[in-house]
């Protein structure tokens, strides 16, 4: 991905951007979600204008799969953004998610128990690029029942509002991705985590130049996977490990699109060992 004017901004990445910005008002507090190997290069720099001074939990997924994450989580506090690290698939921090934005909403939800109003349930919205798990983390939070709640004032029977907790209803949002990426670096990354479809860029350079990061900064996690000798070239290490996994067309030439696709899928499911890419 040499291209640093890479563009990708379908429609239907408008038509979120649009929801937000029409459905802010409905909400107490934006639960911004984050890759937690690469918790700055998955961060939307459209959020800041689009939600302004609304109160934001940063949401750290995938922690299971990160090196650093305390280092990661102090970053965001010291910045006075409040952060709490989450694995939503097996579940791991998710009661602190649920503490900490009850926490936060709790100014808002105040006011109408302050003047007499009925008390009612904290309202959240989940935010976030392509891929960070914005799926499986609203799986995790309702269970299995995506109970839609209707009759709330201002809010249409089209909207989907699923409970996730006693006390705390969750405005369901699709998510967003930057309109153009300037900086090649972070394209790349978000290219290595999924956030970016394989189909629009050349795949090659990218996970080569994945391996050659791995290779400087966790190399443990190829050495064991692979059983193969680290070298500081990707176009190496691809044939070292697309030769050691049988990745070979009819003539002992290596097929060299199952190698690439071998290592971003096992990339992506954490197989490589825990990184930090940022």
Same mark, same amino acid.
């Given at each position: 991905?040499?291209?640093?004017?890479?563009?990708?901004f379908p429609g239907h990445m408008m038509k979120a951007q649009s929801l937000i910005q029409e459905n802010l008002s409905l909400?107490?507090?934006?639960?911004?979600?984050?890759?937690?190997?690469?918790?700055?290069?998955?961060?939307?720099?459209?959020?800041?204008?689009?939600? $302004?001074?609304?109160?934001?939990?940063?949401?750290?997924?995938?922690?299971?799969?990160?090196?650093?994450?305390?280092?990661?989580?102090?970053?965001?506090?010291?910045?006075?953004?409040?952060?709490?690290?989450?694995?939503?698939? !097996?579940?791991?921090?998710? +009661?602190?998610?649920?503490?900490?934005?009850?926490?936060?909403?709790?100014?808002?939800?105040?006011?109408?128990?302050?003047?007499?109003? @009925?008390p009612r349930s904290a309202r959240v919205m989940i935010v976030g690029i392509p891929n960070v798990g914005k799926s499986s983390?609203?799986?995790?939070?309702?269970?299995?029942?995506?109970?839609?709640?209707?009759?709330?004032?201002?809010?249409?029977?089209? @909207?989907?509002?699923?409970?996730?907790?006693?006390?705390?209803?969750?405005?369901?949002?699709?998510?967003?991705?930057?309109?153009k990426f300037d900086n090649p670096d972070v394209a790349l990354k978000l290219s290595w985590i999924y956030a970016i479809s394989?189909?629009?860029?050349?795949?090659?350079?990218?996970?080569? +130049?994945?391996?050659?990061?791995?290779?400087? !900064?966790?190399?443990?996690?190829?050495?064991?996977?692979?059983?193969?000798?680290?070298?500081?070239? $990707?176009?190496?290490?691809?044939?070292?490990?697309?030769? !050691?996994? $049988?990745?070979?067309? @009819?003539?002992?030439?290596?097929?060299?699109?199952?190698?690439?696709?071998?290592?971003?899928?096992?990339?992506?499911?954490?197989?490589?060992? @825990?990184?930090?890419?940022?």
């Amino acid at each position: 991905m040499q291209d640093n004017s890479l563009n990708w901004f379908p429609g239907h990445m408008m038509k979120a951007q649009s929801l937000i910005q029409e459905n802010l008002s409905l909400v107490d507090l934006v639960i911004e979600l984050l890759d937690a190997r690469i918790p700055i290069s998955s961060q939307n720099p459209l959020l800041n204008e689009l939600i $302004g001074s609304k109160p934001r939990l940063i949401v750290l997924n995938k922690a299971d799969l990160a090196a650093n994450v305390d280092s990661s989580l102090k970053i965001f506090r010291d910045n006075d953004f409040p952060a709490v690290a989450v694995d939503s698939v !097996k579940g791991s921090g998710i +009661k602190n998610l649920i503490a900490l934005a009850k926490s936060l909403a709790k100014p808002k939800t105040d006011k109408f128990s302050k003047f007499g109003a @009925k008390p009612r349930s904290a309202r959240v919205m989940i935010v976030g690029i392509p891929n960070v798990g914005k799926s499986s983390l609203i799986n995790r939070l309702a269970g299995m029942n995506h109970t839609k709640i209707e009759n709330k004032p201002g809010v249409t029977r089209a @909207k989907q509002w699923i409970k996730i907790a006693e006390g705390l209803d969750l405005l369901d949002m699709p998510g967003i991705l930057y309109p153009k990426f300037d900086n090649p670096d972070v394209a790349l990354k978000l290219s290595w985590i999924y956030a970016i479809s394989d189909e629009i860029h050349d795949l090659e350079p990218t996970v080569c +130049k994945l391996l050659e990061v791995l290779a400087e !900064k966790f190399p443990a996690g190829l050495i064991e996977r692979y059983k193969i000798e680290i070298s500081t070239d $990707g176009h190496e290490l691809l044939n070292k490990i697309g030769l !050691k996994r $049988g990745c070979i067309r @009819k003539g002992g030439v290596l097929d060299v699109d199952k190698a690439l696709r071998l290592v971003l899928s096992e990339f992506r499911a954490g197989k490589l060992g @825990k990184v930090m890419l940022d």
